[in-house]
């Protein structure tokens, strides 16, 4: 059953990531993009993670992906001429491609038997909004107010360009 | 076939993959972010196996402030892009050369 729901959401995440670079139209992108975030949630949801796979499709899938949407038919973009097949793209491709290549080699060597599954027995707590709530604000709360302070400073950053003027 | 980590580490490898061969092909500066997102995401999907291989939930933490890390960088980088559309009238990132050469 696990197998089964592991391969149709890789499926449908890796099928969506292609989409989203595939497509011609922005807007697709995005849709598809949102389809590969809940396909990512519901792994998250099988790795015994269901606060993160929450946090995942009200932030990302939700406000995210709506400031992209927002942003894409507020320029009313007219289709860019991508050209046909370029050197450029041609090592892009390969450089990913080699990406692939390298990462494979790595999780080949590292020495975790292949076909055990999850050995390792977790705490009844484990992934928890309480459990994770417990640590993001006693173990973790120098970087949370840090990050409080980036989204501040993001924002202000946003504000400030965005504006009309700029001189 | 039961499922371990090296699947998951693999699909995360895959799908890093395609975000970076968004950012190196495509030319639409919003697909170029949207393929950021879709390599952070990768990435957020790695840590979470870890965290469950481990047994140790500070993988997830760690996920949640890499997502803190993407709403900044989505804000800052879409009102890059919509300055950038008001002073050029495109977001083809071949005709922003400024600071190319």
């Known amino acids: ?167 | 076939m039961i499922i371990s980590l090296n699947h998951y580490l693999v699909l995360g490898a895959f799908l890093f993959c395609i975000g970076v061969a968004g950012v190196l092909t495509r030319k639409n500066a919003i697909i170029i972010l949207a393929s950021v997102e879709l390599m952070l995401n990768a990435v957020n999907l790695t840590f979470i196996a870890f965290a469950r291989h481990w047994g140790d939930a500070t993988g997830q933490i760690f996920v949640f402030f890499s997502m803190v890390v993407a709403a900044a960088e989505v804000a800052v980088g879409l009102a890059i892009i919509v300055v950038l559309f008001r002073h050029k009238e495109s977001i083809n990132i071949d005709e922003v050369n400024l600071l190319k050469w």
């Not at chain 1, 989203?20 to 015994?48: C, D, E, Q, R």
């Open chain 1, 1 to 167: 059953m696990e197998t089964f729901f592991f391969i149709l959401f890789a499926v449908v995440a890796i099928f969506s990531g292609l989409m989203v670079i595939l497509k011609k139209n922005p807007i697709a992108s995005v849709m598809f993009l949102i389809l590969a975030l809940f396909a990512t949630a519901a792994l998250y949801v099988m790795l015994m993670a269901p606060f993160m796979a929450a946090i995942q499709i009200i932030v990302y899938a939700g406000a995210i992906m709506v400031l992209f949407l927002f942003v894409v038919m507020l320029l009313n973009l007219s289709k860019i001429q991508e050209g046909g097949v370029s050197a450029l793209k041609i090592i892009g491709a390969l450089v990913a491609g080699g990406i692939m290549v390298a990462i494979a080699v790595v999780v080949r060597s590292i020495a975790i038997p292949a076909d055990s599954g999850f050995l390792r027995e977790l705490p009844a707590e484990y992934g928890t909004v309480e459990s994770i709530g417990r640590s993001m604000f006693i173990t973790y709360l120098l970087p949370f107010e840090i990050a409080s302070f980036l989204l501040l400073a993001a924002i202000i950053g946003a504000v400030v360009l965005a504006k009309k003027k700029l001189e």
